[in-house]
């Protein structure tokens, strides 16, 4: 969600006239965030957010932008991409980049989330992955374990001799992992794949949205589930596992769409590879950054310690 490409309020006004969504009345680039030019947009008819693809290619980003259809249409709270009033299209371009706009959710994001929220993001994640099952259009996740292997090599000469064997040997292990038949027998489909708390709305406990979909792609539900259990059921100084809240959001998740027995065994080592992914990407993102206003890498030091963490205590059902 930083600004790399700078955008005009008239060509901001461009846009919203062809999707008929009123007369621009603020611009405002937004902070935070590393992939992708964001500005929220203020027009007599709403508020709303315009997304420029940085990385992502015209060809890859239907399948973003029609699953957030998909699912806000079966009732799953997400950002629905704004449709061209002649054209029907929902992929746009400005200043020469692809581009969608959505509506601004209400709410704000809970950064310190108690069981509770935990609990109702669980509920409306299994919710998610059910009604993402029909979804025709399909799409590997981008940031899987292929990328992971080829951006491993990369970023392995920034860090000290500890970090490079952790990084290696769980890497091998991942491998070994995904190689196995119980990890063939998890189920599979569409999958937010980033569920931060910076990337769910609430209003007091009141879970008012899901956004940020462009990480998304077709993967084990269960990775899904980890990487929300590795960000909302931790504790972010240390990394360590807080059970009162993944107790809840495993509840909730389970209430829904009950894990598999395949799942249940391997759920030590997906919650081992949602750190993986992210101690990666951060790493990447630190040590060869790309120039963009408002750009601040995150510390891929955190993903780290949750990593040992989850090696040294691995997280099972009822831990």
């Known amino acids: 969600m930083a600004v790399f490409t700078e955008v005009s309020e008239d060509a901001a006004q461009t846009l919203l006239q062809r999707l008929s969504l009123g007369q621009l009345t603020g611009l405002r ?16 008819k709403g508020e709303w957010v315009l997304t420029l693809f ?40 400005v200043c020469g980049k692809p581009a969608a706009i959505v509506q601004k959710l209400a709410g704000k994001s809970q950064l310190a989330p108690a069981a509770v929220h935990c609990e109702a993001v669980g509920a409306m994640l299994a919710r998610m992955h059910l009604a993402g099952r029909d979804y025709e259009r399909s799409q590997p996740n981008l940031r899987g374990l292929p990328w992971w292997n080829e951006t491993v090599p990369v970023v392995l000469p920034y860090l000290q001799e500890a970090q490079s064997t952790l ?15 119980s990890y063939a027998a998890l189920p599979r489909g569409p999958v937010h794949a980033d569920l931060f708390r910076d990337n769910v709305m609430f209003d007091g406990e009141r879970l008012t949205g899901f956004f940020d979909f462009y990480f998304a792609g077709v993967d ?27 107790q809840a ?56 310690r949750v990593l040992r963490e989850r090696i040294a205590h691995p997280l099972h059902m009822d831990a």
Request: charged share 20%; net charge negative; hydrophobic share 40%.
């Open 220 to 246: 084990t539900f269960l990775f899904d589930l980890a990487v929300c259990l590795n960000d909302w059921c931790v504790d972010l100084p240390t990394g360590r596992h807080d059970a009162p809240r993944a």
């Open 54 to 93: 940085e990385r992502l290619s015209a060809e890859q980003l239907p399948f973003y932008l029609y699953l957030m259809k998909h699912l806000a249409h079966k009732g799953i709270p997400v950002p629905d991409p704004q449709a061209d009033h002649e054209s029907g299209d929902i992929l746009h371009q």
């Open 249 to 304: 959001m495993l509840a909730a998740y389970q209430a829904v769409r009950p894990l598999t027995a395949a799942e249940r065994t391997l759920l030590p080592a997906m919650a081992r590879a949602g750190a993986l992914r992210f101690w990666i990407s951060r790493l990447w993102d630190f040590h060869l950054p790309r120039e963009a206003s408002m750009l601040k890498p995150h510390d891929p030091g955190h993903f780290e």
């Open 167 to 181: 990084l290696r040997a769980e890497l091998a292990y991942q491998n070994h992992v995904a190689a196995s038949s």
């Open 29 to 44: 680039g937004i902070e935070g965030g590393i992939e992708n030019t964001n500005y929220f947009l203020s027009t007599d």
